[in-house]
């Protein structure tokens, strides 16, 4: 059974840093796309960054390009998304979600790809 369990977020101010973490069980993340994705209230839940298992292959959604960065340790089975220069922004959750197949779905970071998910961490970016 796939467990995801996120942690790392927390109150920070703009232009400060987060970094997220995923610890997953029942699945090496080597092996699998791991994804982080966000959803604010009454808002759909998107993907902000993919990172695909063998290939090793990283995926940004564009307004967080140069600022956030997706890493994993194989050796801890985490994936990590490190988010500095953090803008204003109404407090959302981050998901991890991991899929074991590399598909269109996956390889584009969608949420629609993904199976199994993490119960999420909040963010807040506020001063």
């Known amino acids: 059974q796939v467990q995801l369990v996120e942690s790392g977020g927390g109150l920070v101010q703009p232009g400060g840093s987060l970094r997220l973490s995923c610890a997953a069980s029942?699945?090496?993340?080597?092996?699998?796309?791991i994804g982080w994705f966000r959803q604010a209230p009454g808002k759909e839940r998107v993907g902000v960054s993919c990172?695909?298992?063998?290939?090793?292959?990283?995926v940004y959604v564009a307004s967080v390009k140069g600022r956030f960065t997706i890493s994993r340790d194989k050796a801890k089975n985490t994936v990590y998304l490190q988010m500095n220069s953090l803008e204003p922004e109404n407090p959302a959750v981050y998901y991890c979600?991991?899929?074991?197949?590399?598909?269109?779905?996956?390889?584009?970071?969608?949420?629609?790809?993904?199976?199994?998910w993490g119960q999420g961490t909040q963010v807040t970016v506020s001063s």
């Open positions: 979600a991991a899929d074991p197949l590399i598909t269109v779905q996956t390889a584009a970071c969608s949420r629609e790809g993904f199976d199994s």
């Open positions: 029942g699945v090496a993340v080597k092996d699998y796309v």
């Open positions: 990172i695909h298992s063998r290939e090793l292959r990283t």
